[in-house]
């Protein structure tokens, strides 16, 4: 908030800015993870900003109630449908990651995640004895994610990577022919190649520079964003932002809670100010607003500013600090 408040005042903006409950705060106050108030204040709102719904206290998995659904359920009243995760690998931070630094040079991938439908959002059973989840796609929800795909792989290197497990699932399989049939007739330019979802997940630590943009159902697309965020050294760099066919769209760091370092001022602020700029970028339509944050962010780490997730055995700087030298930078 302080970033933005602070890119409010560089470019002459004026943001308001309401904070409403989810998760496990809300669970707390009112029973239920996503009051009809947060729904209302989020549907009347340009963008939003989210911040992580759960921890241990609301960890119980048999629970009626959980945090986790506040989320899904926001998704769906928001409409968002693609989940854009960007990965990128500054030069100074290669030293963090636990892969070798050859294999990071050049890396700048996004993976485009189908965020409403798949497994998570199918029906669910449960006995003493046995369990099941549903997996759905509609062809219309593959026609829409691997358009989006598209667009944005047409504006960056012209590279497309759709990923399936199409040897096994009947989901996976229908998946492939809508991205094969859409791909080829709506962008006959783009280098298109599918793989295979366990593949993909050796060839995003074998060859991580090779991939542009990737598309992936809503669990792929979950598990393949955690393995890449290791390619930046840590979950608290990455950002994301969740679009749908308006400009509002839902923003948060891909990381989770941390409540194990709750209130000790080391968390990485880093995921959550670069969200900030997809924020301005996607749903406000401040591109240069964005750049300009984005920027920031990379001096700021290239002047040798650390927390300790990245700091690979160097000093570290405190959240506080590490916002202010981000401030600094935007100035």
């Known amino acids: ?16 800015i309401r904070e409403q409950l989810i998760g496990g705060a809300s669970i707390d106050a009112t029973g239920e993870p996503l009051p009809a108030d947060t729904v209302k204040s989020c549907l009347a709102s340009d963008a939003v900003m989210l911040g ?15 945090p986790e659904q ?7 009243e928001l409409e968002v449908f693609a989940n854009l995760r960007p990965v990128k690998i500054f030069d100074d931070m290669a030293d963090a990651s636990p892969l070798k630094r050859e294999l990071l040079v050049g890396v ?11 497994i998570y959002f199918g029906e669910k059973s449960r006995s003493a004895t046995s ?16 358009r989006v795909a598209g667009r944005l792989a047409s504006a960056r290197r012209g590279k497309l990577c759709s990923v399936d497990k199409a040897n096994v699932l009947e989901t996976s399989r229908l998946w492939r022919d809508i991205a ?32 542009d943009v990737i598309v992936t159902e809503n669990m792929f697309g979950d598990i393949l964003t955690d393995e890449a965020s290791m390619l930046a050294g840590s979950l608290g ?21 941390a409540p194990d370092i709750a209130g000790r001022g080391i968390a990485n602020p880093c995921g959550m100010i670069a969200s900030t700029a997809l924020l301005l970028r996607h749903s406000l339509n401040l591109s240069e607003e964005a750049a300009q944050i984005e920027q920031a962010l990379e001096r700021t780490i290239r002047d040798g500013y650390r927390t300790a997730d990245i700091a690979a055995g160097g000093s570290a700087v405190d959240t506080t600090e590490m916002t202010a030298a981000v401030i600094r930078h935007l100035d």
């Open 180 to 211: 094969s049939r859409v791909t080829r007739e709506e962008f006959p330019e783009l280098q298109v190649e599918h793989l295979l979802v366990d593949a993909a997940a050796m060839h995003l630590l074998s060859r991580p520079a090779d991939f």
């Open 108 to 118: 700048d991938l996004l993976v485009v995640r189908e965020l409403t439908g798949g």
């Open 1 to 16: 908030m302080q970033v933005l408040q602070r890119m409010a005042d560089i470019g002459g903006h004026k943001f308001t």
């Open 131 to 146: 369990a099941s989840d549903l997996c759905i796609y509609e062809a219309f929800e593959i026609e829409r994610i691997v």
């Open 52 to 66: 992580a719904v759960g921890g241990p206290k609301w960890s119980d998995p048999n629970a009626a109630v959980r």
């Open 70 to 76: 506040g989320l899904l359920r926001l998704r769906a």
């Open 237 to 257: 760099m990455l950002p994301s932002a969740s679009l749908g066919e308006q400009s509002r769209g839902l923003y948060e760091p891909i990381h989770g809670s």
